[in-house]
C-alpha cells in the first residue's frame, strides 16, 4: 500500500512564541532544592545529553514506550516538510539512559533541557519512576502530548520511511538522528528490532550506511 500523503507531508502548522511560552511555564517542573536529581534519555539525548552530569546507568521506564511519533519542524525537518523525532507515547516500556545531574547545575540543566524539547511544547515533562540495576530512581523526562498537531501518532512502517527520507533540519537530517539512536541502542546492549528494520529500509532507499558503525559489522 502507498503511503499516505497527508501524513507524509502534513499541512504546515505553527505555534506563536505567544503559546509556547504559555506552555513552557504550565508545564514546568520543579527541580528539588539542593539534590541531585536524573534525567531519562530515550533519543537523542542518550548520545548527546548536552549537559553536565555526574553518573550514567542504563534504566527502564514503565507504562511509555519509544515511537517515532513526532513530526520534527525544527531539528530534523521543517513545518513544510518534516521528518520524525521520537516521544514516549503511551503503553509498554522504554529501556534508555538516566544520567546524574548535579544539584549545583540543576536550575540550568533544566532550562536547557526546555530550550531543547520544549522548542513547541509538543512534550509534557513529568517526573517519572525508573528501575535500574542499582534500583529505583526518579527522573524527569518528556512524555508527546497527543493534542499537539505535531503529534503522528501510529504511523505505518512505509509513511515513516518516506518521512525520514525526506527530513532534514537544523540539526541534520532524520536519517542520521535515526542511525544515531540505533546503533547507540545496539552498543548498549538494548537493541530495538522494530527501528533496525526501519533503518535497514530507509538505507537500501538510500542505497548507502548512513553512518559508519563497527557495532554492525
Same mark, same amino acid.
Given at each position: 500500500?502507498?503511503?499516505? $500523503?497527508?501524513?507524509?507531508? @502534513?499541512?504546515?502548522?505553527?505555534?506563536? @512564541?505567544?503559546?509556547?511560552?504559555? =506552555?513552557?511555564?504550565?508545564?514546568?517542573?520543579?527541580? @528539588?532544592?539542593?539534590? *541531585?536529581?536524573?534525567?531519562?534519555?530515550?533519543?537523542?539525548?542518550?548520545?548527546? @545529553?548536552?549537559?553536565?552530569?555526574?553518573?550514567? $546507568?542504563?534504566?527502564?521506564?514503565?507504562?511509555?514506550?519509544?515511537?517515532? !511519533?513526532?513530526?520534527?519542524?525544527?531539528? $530534523?525537518?521543517?513545518?513544510?516538510?518534516?521528518?520524525?523525532?521520537?516521544?514516549?507515547?503511551?503503553?509498554?516500556?522504554?529501556?534508555?539512559?538516566?544520567?546524574?545531574?548535579?544539584?549545583?547545575?540543576?536550575?540550568?540543566?533544566?532550562?536547557?533541557?526546555?530550550?531543547?524539547?520544549?522548542?513547541?511544547?509538543?512534550?509534557?515533562?513529568?517526573?517519572?519512576?525508573?528501575?535500574?540495576?542499582?534500583?529505583?530512581?526518579?527522573?524527569?523526562?518528556?512524555?508527546?502530548?497527543? *493534542?499537539?498537531?505535531?503529534?503522528?501518532?501510529?504511523?505505518?512502517?512505509?509513511?515513516?520511511?518516506?518521512?525520514?527520507?525526506?527530513?532534514?533540519?537544523?540539526?541534520?537530517? !532524520?536519517?542520521?538522528? =535515526?542511525?544515531?539512536?540505533?546503533?547507540?541502542?545496539?552498543?548498549?546492549?538494548?537493541?530495538?528490532?522494530? =527501528?533496525?528494520?526501519?533503518?535497514?529500509?530507509?538505507?537500501? $532507499?538510500?542505497?548507502?550506511?548512513?553512518?559508519?558503525?563497527?557495532?554492525?559489522?
Amino acid at each position: 500500500m502507498p503511503p499516505d $500523503r497527508s501524513k507524509v507531508r @502534513p499541512e504546515p502548522r505553527r505555534e506563536t @512564541p505567544t503559546q509556547v511560552r504559555r =506552555l513552557r511555564d504550565e508545564r514546568r517542573v520543579e527541580v @528539588p532544592p539542593n539534590q *541531585d536529581f536524573w534525567v531519562f534519555g530515550y533519543g537523542s539525548l542518550m548520545w548527546n @545529553p548536552g549537559f553536565p552530569h555526574l553518573e550514567v $546507568r542504563l534504566a527502564q521506564l514503565f507504562g511509555f514506550h519509544r515511537r517515532f !511519533c513526532i513530526y520534527s519542524h525544527r531539528y $530534523r525537518g521543517t513545518p513544510e516538510v518534516p521528518g520524525l523525532v521520537f516521544g514516549l507515547d503511551r503503553g509498554g516500556s522504554c529501556r534508555g539512559l538516566a544520567f546524574r545531574v548535579p544539584a549545583a547545575e540543576g536550575e540550568t540543566v533544566m532550562e536547557y533541557l526546555y530550550d531543547r524539547e520544549m522548542v513547541t511544547g509538543v512534550y509534557f515533562p513529568r517526573w517519572v519512576a525508573v528501575s535500574s540495576e542499582a534500583g529505583a530512581l526518579k527522573a524527569v523526562t518528556f512524555v508527546v502530548d497527543h *493534542d499537539h498537531f505535531q503529534y503522528a501518532g501510529h504511523l505505518e512502517l512505509e509513511e515513516m520511511v518516506e518521512i525520514v527520507l525526506q527530513g532534514e533540519g537544523e540539526s541534520g537530517s !532524520c536519517g542520521e538522528y =535515526l542511525a544515531n539512536t540505533v546503533y547507540h541502542l545496539i552498543a548498549l546492549g538494548l537493541s530495538d528490532a522494530r =527501528l533496525e528494520r526501519l533503518l535497514e529500509l530507509v538505507e537500501e $532507499r538510500c542505497g548507502r550506511r548512513l553512518l559508519a558503525h563497527p557495532h554492525l559489522e
